[in-house]
């Protein structure tokens, strides 16, 4: 991994960049070597058998050459079938998803970008990812065509209104790097400029929770309610009284409720941080298994906020 920028190319940033060089090289020299052999042959033949004092017919007779025939098609055969190979194992790490990458959504519209990531976090125009670990991106437009390039981890992929493309790369050092949009999307095509920020684990993660804290002023109750809708609860869960695909939350919290299994339980603090991260431990009677866990999700500090909002309920 060469991190400084040579003559042709910058420097390489991510783990498949020495992968993508190195196939760039082997083709750019191969091209040079063949120009340089094919310019200096000619040119040699050209003075060899220049058209001298008149003189014609200065070739042989002969028509063809099994021997040569067969090497000529098969030497140059050879640097076709390595790259081949090469290219084709190259493209298939770069389109080969790991399994245990962060998965951000890539969002690309005229003319910016924004990004949402795990957990509610969201960013404009500067995507932050952890150095060293696999990053997957789903892509989509809101408009018309545009491209997601970053240069310096050779990244590159088309983002198209109504279908999903995706992308994945592995940081290789903390630091700055340019994001443009490559596919000419109107007149401000070229100001379509964004940055990556390769940050440290710890970093991303401190990162990723502050833009989960409730917003300055905002009280934890407040926080509570918001998440109650931006977190989709307010689907199955009414604050009304009314039964929905789950129970209601009005006077939820600090009465009992009955369980499945003919156990009665008081709603606390716990009782509700458990129903969030593991919504089967505990099944209220007359309803069906169904919520979704929100282990990973959610976070301590959001749960703090939804209980304290679900307090207000049961006044
Ligand atoms: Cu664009």
Redesign the pocket.
Known sequence: MDTTAGFWLPGQFSTISSDVDGLFYFIYYCSVFLFALVVTAMTYFAIRYRRRGGKVGLTSGFTHNTTMEILWSVIPAIPIVVVFVWGSKTFMRMHAMPGNAVEIKAT?Q??FWSFDYPEGASSVNELIVPVNKPVKLTMSSQD?I??FFVPEFRVKQDVLPNRYTQLWFQAVAKGNFDLY?A?F??KG?SE?LGKVRVVSDTEFVRWMDEQNKPPAGMSLEDFGAQLYKSKACATCHSVNGTPGTGPTFMQMFGHEVLLADGQRVIVDENYIRESILDPRAKIVNGYQPVMPTYQGVIKDRQIDALIAYLKTLAK
Do not use: N
């Open positions: 690309a005229k003319w018309v545009h491209s949009c596919e999307c109107g095509h379509m």
